[in-house]
């Protein structure tokens, strides 16, 4: 039910009598989420009274229309129909308030008249789209009709850019908007749009007949061309078939709604045997439909629904205004823009409102369509910006208007699971993106963290996470947006459960079996702890022993180090029993350490590269871990110190590997700076080759290790790099400079600079440890109380202190400091 079915409009009340007993049916034909259709068709109905309406769509839906009636019913909505045996297998049909097949259900509702839907079935649909999409390439769960491959020039694909055209207009949007949605309610009679539109839409399809047979020979567009006329053709059989049935059915008159480009079709005489023959033998497939949340968003071009419209949001404004429309849309502008802290008083709203006038009746255009007051926001709210503008736009134009539907809408059980949780926990899916943070401490926190991790589980990605503001494990920040497509992806984990609890638990065994390397297993066990999953932990974790006593590659082992820590952590936040999980974290590092030394033996620059940040990956994990002593292993922290010895020392491993060895021991206090040092003069000897040498400054100051500010505050070490690197020769200096230059790049700038004016003054005025009399190199023997003092007073600031304390105050502080 959108442009796929001829994004146009059309149709007729053809003669008197029309939709009257013995008459002809009322043939409503209409813009899909046209809002000049929809107050057309509401009119039309109002004047004609039919006894029953009969509306482009699934006929499997017929059951569903009564909850059209709910008060808890908001559109924009839709039709969701999927295979049952392959619920990803589906096909959307929304509505939205401006729809004009929402206002027909509506209307016949309100006054009880029956209405049906009377398009092709969509266990017909689906079953004969299948062999398309996969056919095509394109995902399923779009509209349809839509139909790749045709030309957005063709009269087929897109009627109204041929009426534009035809008319003298090169904007079909403009076009539409003169002829129909500025077309104020009881101007004329209320079936001359539709009489004039069916003549319009015979005349294209005249023509669009007559190139046929050029389309049938003209290779794959001709191809795709006659799949769509075949589809079209069996279609709109059925919908002439549905018709007659209702006029044998109904005394009382009925009225058609459907998309105008069909309305010459079902006005054709043909005869039933013919129609009945076109429709025989369809594949089948079983389907289940229901209602679902729609958004504006999603109805719009811009956001990837590729049969919509561009502005929903300001044709959601036009149905609903019932007045002055232009003036009440300017009047929103420039509340959103006040909102955010932009200068808009009133007299810009009047200005503006004039020069969207002016610049209609300049066009010759009735009233001041969507381009005459965005022109209008541009110039005199926007100061001539495109940026405020552009918010205006996915605000207003397109905007995040997310519909509902009621709780007795049909649904699969898991989403009815999905939506008690959500009501139990206060989480409202919303279209516009939000952050989200969570203290795990809180005990509703804690289950929405569960929910949405069992969710990416299934592939219902609802959230994703985010970097968190606080660096403790008791918190986490997720960004949540949600897009109608995921009701299917509900639909499809269903398979998986009846709640969601067990479909995710369902879903990690099967994901544990399938896994094809080691670290995927232990990602899961990460994830399945984050989820508190702990009937599917066990069998995981059985597995991932499995595959650790196997898997002989140190690469994979270390990857798979830090997934199983960070999940030891995360089991102490939710109380998780994690012996199991600490065991095998255990074993795993345990091997790592026996096979590291021999790993890092003989590897290219490429290689080292990574094993650099395995070790990395390593020594945090390890530290995590902590230094209690693992069952019948031993202290594992002084174990791995062992390790990154054995690393330092050996020439066959790499200078960035033997570098960050180095590091990583004077960091943790297990290197002294005298030994840092002499280790980083033997490297830098002339006897090392400058690419080696250059590698190993790289792993001890490069990766982002703070290793800037250890040369800044160590004059000696600088002074090595430094009588090192004027010492390179010419011919080698060249090979170094890009490894260098890497490494000094990942500095900050502050640091960059400051190591730049310390080698401009030389090793005489930057001094040494030794003439400053200090044991710990960059630092005096005691305190420097005037530069101390120098700060008081922004501390006392900050902590709303007195700014000028006492002279016995700042004794004390600057004995505290």
Known sequence: MTGTDRDG???????????????????????????????????????????????????????????????DMRPPVALLAHAVDEPGRSAFWPLAEFSPEWVAVRWALEHDVPARFIDLPATHTLAWRAADDHADGQPDGRDPGDRPGIASTDVRGDPLAAL??????????????????????????????????????????????????????????????????????????????????????????VAVVCGAWHVPALRRWTTVAADRALVKGLPRTKVEMTWVPWTHRRLSRAGGYG??????????????????????????VAGLLREEDRVVSPAHVIEATRLA??????????????????????????????????????????????????????AVPLQRDLTRIQRRLRLKPEPAERELELDLRKETDAGRSRLLHRLRLLGVRWGEPAASRSTGTFRETWRLRWEPELSVRVAEAG????????????????????????????????????????????????????????????????QALPALVRSL????????????????????????????????????????????????????????????????RGDLGLRWRAVLRTLSARDAVPGIVRGRAVRLLLDDGELAPDEAARLMGLVLSPGTPPADAAAWIEGFVGGGSGGGMLLLHDDRLLALVDAWLTGVPADAFTDVLPLLRRTFSAFEPGVRRSLGELVRRGPEARGSVTTAGSGIPGFATGLDTERADAVLPVVRLLLGGPESPAPEDNDLVGADT
């Open 569 to 632: 952590r995360y089991g102490d936040v939710r109380g998780t029993d994690t012996g199991a999980l600490a065991e095998v974290a255990a074993g795993l590092a345990e091997r790592v350490f026996v096979g590291l030394p021999a790993a890092c033996a003989a590897l290219d620059a490429d290689a080292a590269e990574e094993m650099r940040g395995h070790v990395d990956a390593v020594h945090t994990a390890v530290g995590l871990l902590g230094d209690a002593p693992a069952p019948g």
């Open 495 to 558: 398979v998986w459960g009846t709640t969601v609890l067990s479909a995710a638990t369902a879903r990690a065994d099967a994901d544990a079996l399938t896994a094809q390397g080691l670290a995927e297993v232990t990602a899961l066990a990460e994830r399945c702890l984050l989820a508190e999953l702990p009937d599917a932990l066990s069998p995981v974790m059985r597995i991932l022993a499995d595959r650790a006593a196997l898997d002989t590659d140190v690469g994979h082992l270390a």
């Open 164 to 253: 534009a055209a035809a008319a003298g207009h090169d904007d079909p949007e403009r076009w539409w908007e003169d002829v129909i949605e500025h077309r104020g309610p009881g101007e004329g009679d209320v079936l001359a749009p539709f009489t004039a539109l069916e003549e319009a839409m015979t005349a294209l399809r005249e023509t669009d007949d007559g190139e046929e047979e050029d389309g049938k020979e003209g290779g794959e567009v001709g191809r795709e061309r006659g799949a769509a006329d075949v589809r079209d053709l069996v279609r709109e059989a059925h919908m002439r078939l549905q018709v007659r049935a209702a006029q044998r059915e109904f005394t009382q008159g």
């Open 9 to 71: 409009s059309g149709g007729s009340g053809g003669p008197p009598g029309a939709g009257e007993p013995g008459g002809r049916p009322l043939l409503l034909g209409v813009r899909h989420h046209g809002p000049g259709s929809a107050r057309a068709v509401r009119a039309a109905l109002d004047a004609v009274r039919p006894g029953v309406v009969l509306i482009e769509g699934p006929p499997e839906a017929d059951a569903l229309i009564p909850l059209a009636a709910d008060e």
């Open 357 to 410: 006038e002016a610049l209609a009746v300049i066009r010759g255009r009735p009233l001041p369509g969507l381009s005459e007051t965005t022109e209008a926001v541009r110039a005199v709210m926007c100061d001539g910006s495109d940026v405020p503008l552009a918010l205006v736009h996915d605000r207003l134009v397109v905007g995040d208007v997310l519909g509902e539907v009621p709780a007795g809408a049909p």
């Open 307 to 332: 049969a919509g419209i561009e502005s929903p949001g300001w044709y959601g404004h036009l149905f609903a205004a019932v007045d002055r429309p232009v003036e009440r849309w300017l009047t929103k």
